[in-house]
């Protein structure tokens, strides 16, 4: 039985995303204008990913911190990559109550320039170094486009912002919390993740090299999720964020900064989620388990209520659906919010001693005997639901993957059924502009030396010497 | 030994206040004017706050949302009340990128509107009825002035908003976030905490009314540290936020909104903090426990790490100082940072047996056997130190309580040492206005009946017969 309220996936993939992020109450778009209200399902979503992504930080020495919201217009302008990138899109406050303010500010759309003004007044030795910080904030970007999670003017996310004596230790930085972005996503988020550097063109304005991890959609779109910037001295020198170092000699600092957002949401929609909606890999989703009693009578009740205090006990979030609505109702209610199990239990099943379970990803049921450990066979199945939607997303992204030689292959992959390409490339801006002509692909990253692959001689565009591999593809 | 780097409190409160924040690493000054930077030490005990508080929101059924950051001119005007206590106050955006906005946005300096348009669209039926949301996020009031954690222009805040079926289901709210703000207050800051309802021209634009949770800092001066107020009506109205009722008829719904921000910070240090720097309440503390080793001898560490361990298993944020400063210096720093307690071990106790136990409130030194139930005695003196906390902030409030029935006493309390002032009030705004000549005195609360106390017959402003008893004060 296939949910009416959401299109099918295969016939129109951005008309069944919307449907999937309405019908799950995620997100709604608001009355203003390109801003995204997230709802409470949504939320939730994010304040698990908070709460994992947040240990994994403190784990790594780093501290939160809280920088203002607004960056006057002079200290934005003070790094020129930076300004030249980030001006053309953000939001200006003019006017604090009736009064038009002296110099006019920004809202920030990433916040490199507070943090050098921070540790330009507050690092003096290499004793203070290493600083390493994040923040989890609001940013703003002035996009004309906007789709729940994957596009809006205002957008939640985290920035680590870290600073150090060396670049080698600024380098090991970069590279350190690029892993924890790997980790994360293929651990919870059950999404196979592709990591590599950006070619010149698609670094971070202001970076002297940008890592990123990459993803590809159920439709073979790709969707940049998470960034790692190694900024050297550029920002250092500028904004005069000197240290004494154990010569006592006065020297710049080497910095980093790394972010990932609300879009991961929109990535696990696009990997996971099927016709009858949402689908949540358990280590993220913020309720794992419904009961669903089949009739609301006294013994049946009972049971419930035992199996769920033995799930709580276990650290598992469970609850009972004891609202007023038919099971089968209940049941594709619970399949569209992407509730990774369900336990269906009524009187002919205390009856029979038994009862139903059934898991989202694969849709199965099975019928199980109330004698069973309730509590080890549902974390089994978890564990078993975890890794299959992992293995489903990377058999799919792998079927996805794609390799070309020329520019006829490139074109025809892009223009039937798009993917990664992974083409060789002479290192040349103006090959990934042509590039770009095929429905906009872009590179996607540069693989670290142990993923790269010899695909052919040349560069996949203009024929010449190649330098590299690059990934390729359409995105977000 | 008084720490050098603060000012004494009797002195120069003002300052203490300050050296407080800047010693303890609270919080800074930024380059952008009127806002603050929340640093390591502060940030986690906000990070504190939030867990503690979030989880009796949701404990009360609340489910947290994100709403956006922007208010369209229009959507703001709704409700005449409410714009206008807010339009001199807020900040505008007039452009994006390089283009001039259609109309202007404001930064929320609350929500209340956008949540009134969200539930316009999405209530239908009193089956959808109540809708218990929340928030944490940052909001922004011009404000001329700027001291952490006191005022600046952009703070982090919560702002709970709920809608209901009838009148009396949305007052029973309105009260019962207002009693989660008084236990958390108790129980958690420590802080004994004066309820009640703000007279007509102290209550929230566009509320019908609004409940405060008042506290006394130390040095007499109030600080209104949560509200949580009643509409009625007032927004569901102009918003149109209407629903079939029960018998299928039309009706708009009943709101309130409720919020606590990072000034409870503000109200930590100035009810507990001292001469030597922080004091934290146990239970806020984002470290609980400094373990430092006297010498870095291998049994010292051994028995560091084994005491470390324990406290950890118990759930008891500890850490060991392994940093090459004395011993001195660590202590002086540990208390600064208002780490409620210090264990000391080095090789004399070893061959003793023993271990040194500090606690930050009262400074006290207690040795004790290394044979001794070591989790159990931190646990207890924490409890000790928590309740500790509590009573001398109690004791200290009560001392600076004063009655007064006449306009000479009143005067002569609020200019020789200022506190809460019971008085009583025949209800006119323009005796509000005479008592704030008295260095700006306002009426801090009505408090609810059973706090009621008949002070004299007559209004201490204009002597005419008196409705009520009001706490008045001097206000941050």
């Known amino acids: 039985m296939k949910n009416k309220a959401i299109t099918s996936r295969t016939e129109d993939f951005a008309r069944w995303y919307d449907d999937v992020v309405r019908a799950a109450k995620l997100a709604t778009y608001s009355g203003v204008k390109g801003c995204v209200i997230l709802e409470p399902n949504g939320y939730a979503i994010w304040e698990n990913i908070q709460k994992t992504l ?14 203002p919201v607004f960056i006057p217009e002079s200290l934005l302008m003070k790094e020129a990559e930076h ?3 980030f001006a053309p899109e953000v939001a200006w406050i003019t006017h604090g109550g009736h009064n038009e303010l002296e110099e006019r500010l920004c809202f920030r759309p990433t916040s ?29 970007r002035w996009e004309k486009e906007t789709r729940p999670f994957l596009r809006s003017r205002e957008f939640l996310w985290q920035e680590g912002h870290t600073i150090h004596e060396t670049a080698k230790e600024a380098e090991e930085e970069t590279l350190r919390m690029l892993m924890v972005y790997k980790k994360f996503f293929e651990e919870y988020l059950a999404i196979p993740a592709i990591v590599g550097q950006k070619t010149e063109k698609e670094k971070f304005a202001g970076a002297e090299y940008t890592y990123t991890i990459e993803a590809l959609m159920y439709n073979g779109v790709s969707l940049q999720s998470g960034t790692s910037h190694y900024f050297g001295q550029k920002f250092s020198k500028p904004f005069n964020i000197t240290f004494s170092n154990k010569n006592n000699e006065l020297e710049y600092v080497y910095q980093t900064s790394w972010g990932v957002s609300t879009r991961m949401i929109g990535g696990l929609i696009m990997v996971h989620s099927d016709d009858n909606g949402l689908v949540l890999p358990p280590k993220i989703a913020p309720r794992q388990v419904a009961i669903v009693p089949i009739k609301m009578e006294e013994n049946v009740m009972a049971k419930a209520e035992e199996i769920l205090a033995k799930l ?19 049941f594709a209610e619970h399949e569209t919010n992407g509730i990774p199990v369900r336990i269906e239990i009524g009187p002919k099943d205390m009856e029979a001693n038994q009862l139903t379970v059934a898991r989202r990803d694969t849709r199965e049921k099975m019928v199980i005997s109330l004698d069973e450990d309730i509590v080890k066979y549902v974390q089994d199945l978890m564990e ?3 890794n299959n939607l992992f293995e489903a997303a990377k058999k799919r992204r792998d079927e996805l993957t794609f390799t070309a030689t020329n520019m006829e292959e490139f074109e025809k992959i892009m223009r039937t059924q798009p993917g990664f390409v992974k083409a060789m490339w002479c290192g040349d801006e103006d090959c990934e502009l042509k590039i770009k002509e095929i429905r906009g692909t872009k590179s996607r990253c540069i693989p670290f030396e142990e993923e790269q692959e010899h695909i052919s001689d040349t560069c996949v565009c203009c024929g010449k010497p190649a330098k590299t591999m690059v990934v390729w593809g359409i995105q977000y």
Not at 117 to 139: I, M
Not at 315 to 324: E, L, M, Q, Y
Request: charge should be negative; charged fraction near 20%; glycine fraction near 8%.
């Open 312 to 330: 709580s006990a276990a650290g598992i979030t469970a609850f009972i659906d004891r609202s007023d609505k038919s099971p089968g109702f209940k």
């Open 112 to 140: 490199e320039t507070l943090f050098s003004e921070y540790y330009a007044n507050t690092v003096k030795s290499h004793r203070d170094l290493p600083k390493l910080y994040n923040q989890w904030v609001n940013v703003c």
């Open 384 to 386: 078993n639901i975890q």
């Open 54 to 67: 947040d240990g994994m930080f403190k784990e790594t020495g780093h501290q939160n911190v809280n920088m």
């Open 83 to 85: 300004v030249e990138g």
